[in-house]
């Protein structure tokens, strides 16, 4: 998934997230391999099966996330709440 698509989807999920319109970020399935995540708001966001290898989840939300059966192999964790 390209960078620029990702950051539409995480701005409509926080504005979702606030009650402002927006859609829940759907990223099922999604190939978010080396993906810049470093402060993102995935709270309650579906990551199911996503393949988030070598992602840099840093200082990233990801309270009441779905990450079932996703690939979390090799992620930057640091300081991910």
């Given at each position: ?15 979702w ?65």
């Amino acid at each position: 998934m390209k960078q620029e698509e990702l950051d539409i989807i995480l701005e409509n999920h926080g504005k979702w997230l606030f009650n402002e319109g927006g859609d829940r970020a759907d990223l099922s399935n999604a190939d978010l391999k080396n993906t810049n995540l470093r402060f993102a708001n995935l709270r309650l966001a579906d990551l199911r099966g996503a393949n988030l290898s070598y992602a840099d989840l840093s200082y990233a939300d990801l309270n009441g996330a779905n990450l079932s059966y996703a690939n979390l192999n090799w992620i930057n964790w640091r300081d991910v709440v």
